[in-house]
């Protein structure tokens, strides 16, 4: 008589995220129970509250296959934000790839910074023109453009991939006909460029030097786009180019916003003075650090 195969074990929802919160956090990844959590709420099309209400739901063998597969790219240390897609910056849901940088929540303060100070604009005769230098997946001048929908917003960046995903984030959100993309270095930009200055200019720019990128983590050296991270030099490169540019782009009382590393804000205020911006307001990161700078022109 022949023997009976042994059932295959059954994976319900509340099974794989009590073992996959436990191997993933012996294979040192963050956020070990969150990962797991999406990584199945996507597989599943599910909300992650979902995932509770469902607990005791099994996975298919197709759905369990895909699971495993999301996985597995998590353990090779790729970001969680390109296995799935997408990330939110500032309540959006922003489309993310290797070609762009995944949008940091830092970054954000930048953005609501430069929001605060658009309300407090005095009233002119033409809408607010919003220029963002590096744009990269777009997450800032999508941000500025739905909060501020009557605005003129120009994006620029020198990788063209990176504006094709920008160009789909302002899509996703019906803001097409709100943003204007220009592919350009920033270093080939000038004042003339443009028909009327700007009240805002931001930049996220790569300040990344080449000894610290050296060092960082494998999901962001061998996944995120070292163009977007790195100068390959001293990390200070770009911020001559956008205090130039600004000097002769800002319209009166506009402002320049500009995000920095850890121990840059020094350095990047003295290249801002040389420029002419002696008017500096520092912000600090969620760490207490000194991450952004705005400069006013009076």
């Keep these: 008589m022949a023997t009976a195969e042994p059932a295959k074990k059954v994976w319900t929802i509340l099974d794989l995220i009590t073992w996959g919160t436990g191997y993933l956090t012996e294979k040192n990844i963050d956020d070990a129970r969150l990962t797991i959590e999406l990584l199945l709420a996507r ?7 979902q995932l509770y209400t469902k607990f005791d739901q099994p996975l298919s063998e197709t759905e369990l296959a895909s699971f495993k597969a999301l996985l597995k790219r998590r353990l090779n240390r790729e970001p969680l934000q390109y296995i799935l897609g997408d990330t939110e910056f500032m309540g959006l849901r922003i489309l993310v790839g290797p070609d762009v940088l995944i949008p940091r929540p ?7 910074r430069a929001m605060i100070l658009l309300q407090q604009m005095p009233a002119t005769d033409h809408p607010l023109s919003i220029l963002d230098l590096g744009t990269g997946c777009g997450c800032i001048a999508v941000a500025l453009a739905r909060k501020f929908p009557q605005a003129e917003v120009t994006a620029v960046d020198v990788s063209a991939a990176a504006l094709t995903i920008a160009a789909s984030n302002a899509a996703l959100h019906g803001l097409e006909a709100n943003i204007r993309f220009i ?10 460029r443009f ?9 996220n720019p790569p300040y990344i030097s080449a000894e610290e990128y050296g060092q960082v983590a494998p999901e962001v050296k061998d996944f995120e786009p070292g163009i977007a991270l790195t100068d390959n030099g001293n990390g200070l490169k770009f911020y001559p180019t956008i205090a130039h540019l600004a000097a002769g782009a800002l319209a009166p009382n506009g402002f320049v916003a500009v995000e920095h590393a850890f121990d840059q804000s020094t350095a990047v205020r ?8 002696t008017d500096a307001e520092v912000i600090k990161d969620y760490a207490g650090i000194e991450r952004h700078a705005v400069f006013r022109k009076r």
């Design 43 to 49: 597989v599943l099309q599910l909300q992650r509250i």
């Design 106 to 112: 830092e970054t954000e303060l930048l953005a609501e």
């Design 183 to 192: 592919q350009e270095d920033m270093a080939a930009l000038s004042a003339d």
């Design 195 to 203: 028909p009327r200055p700007f009240h805002c200019i931001i930049s």
């Design 270 to 277: 003295e290249i801002f003075a040389d420029h002419g911006f």
